[in-house]
């Protein structure tokens, strides 16, 4: 091994280590700099963060006169079914243990929607198949932001085909049953 090469050997090294320094002081720097757990931050978010903190659902599910699940029992095929809200087709909106390995039985068979909108009536149109389409008027309202500036959506009513349902607190998961909804249908 020449001089030449001894220096480009040590010289590597040197930058290695001055890169490795360079970022280690940045990190520290970035860490130190934002304060994002004082008073005037008690949520620890920092500012123009944006956030999806809480995914609030409502859960559809048909049944006959009987309360047999029309999903179930085939009369409506869960691939079929779509939801449109303001041009949006949303898909897939009922799932199975194919497509989700260890869903809770509560939810199988049931149309799933994620809860969205402006304040007031929020229409949705349920294609259950090419032939029949329903609709779905939610009355919500957001609730009153927490410490955080997150808010609830606050369901007032719900419509489905022109009848009003009776909207009851859900809950799959542990402690859920506050911010998701469930109506039952009977077509």
């Given amino acids: 091994m020449n001089l030449t090469q001894l220096y480009l050997i040590l010289s590597s090294i040197g930058k290695a280590v001055v890169k490795k320094t360079i970022l280690f002081v940045l990190t520290i720097i970035l860490i130190t700099s934002c304060n994002i757990s004082d008073d005037n931050n008690p949520c620890g978010i920092p ?3 944006i956030i999806d903190p809480i995914t609030q659902t409502i859960y559809i599910e048909l049944v006959d006169v009987n309360g047999t699940n029309l999903i179930a029992n085939n009369t409506y095929s869960g691939l079929d079914i779509t939801v449109e ?4 087709i949303i898909r897939p909106v009922v799932f199975d243990e194919n497509q989700i390995p260890g869903l809770p039985d509560s939810v199988k068979d049931i149309i799933v929607l994620e809860l969205f909108g402006q304040e007031g009536e929020n229409t949705w149109s349920i294609n ?7 609709l779905l008027v939610l009355d919500i309202k957001h609730g009153i932001p927490d410490e955080c500036g997150f808010f609830l959506f606050e369901v007032l ?4 085909n022109g009848t009003e349902q009776n909207v009851e ?4 998961f542990e402690n859920d049953s506050k911010i998701n909804f469930k109506i039952s249908v009977v077509k």
């Fill in 157 to 160: 009513s719900a419509t489905y």
């Fill in 169 to 172: 607190p859900f809950g799959v």
């Fill in 85 to 88: 809200k303001n041009g949006i």
């Fill in 128 to 134: 259950l198949n090419e032939e029949e389409t329903d």
């Fill in 47 to 49: 500012d123009g963060a």
